[in-house]
């Protein structure tokens, strides 16, 4: 099975550069989400779950410090690289220190930003324990599950062998309570999705 193509949500207010970086980005196989304006941008990385987030700073509604800070603030790990006009190293420092994962300074060359791009996905991949969607964060190894920056409190559950003789609904509740604690909309879920005829299925 083909492996689905890395989605990064670019954060621009400059129509030029926003068109050339998606352009760029999609020829080099990404699915590419855009705004145009900081508030716009935090609510697609929150509701999206984009892979990576390519955020300048000086944009409207919010500026790019607020949305990085937002963004930790509610314990969203998603990588940001922040791409911007702002190459004063007190600016870095303050983006790095609020939690960007690389730091990239107007005008830039292509190649060096399809390259950090790469190394930032690298770095995200070799850290497989945490999974993310919909403000939900699932730390496998620490064994913890925060939404919204808030921790929820979920039952600990075994698996069971061939041999188990539990009833026809088992599965089915322990789904539905998964929905109810971890779905935006329980009753519309977008993430433990029903395939009929077969179980479940986990969209992040």
Known sequence: MAESPK?????EDDLSILTGVSMNLRYEGYEVL????????LQKAIDETPDLVILDLMLPALNGFEVLKELRGRG???P???LSAKGMESDKIVGLNLGADDYVV?????QEL????????????????VVQFA?????LRAKTVTREGQSV?????????????GTARTVDNFISQLRQKLEPLPDDPRHFVTVRGQGYRFDP
Not at 34 to 41: E, K, W
Not at 106 to 110: D, I, N
Not at 116 to 122: D, I, K, M
Not at 135 to 139: A, Q, R
């Open 7 to 11: 989605r990064i949500l670019v954060v």
């Open 76 to 78: 969203v790990t998603i």
């Open 114 to 129: 399809l390259a950090r791009v790469r190394a930032v996905l690298r770095r995200q991949q070799r850290d497989s324990s």
């Open 135 to 139: 403000g939900v964060i699932v730390d």
């Open 153 to 165: 409190d979920l039952t600990a559950q075994a698996a069971w062998g061939y041999g188990y003789e």
């Open 80 to 82: 940001v690289l922040v």
């Open 34 to 41: 855009q705004a145009q304006d900081g508030r716009t941008g």
């Open 106 to 110: 107007k005008p830039f060359s292509l």
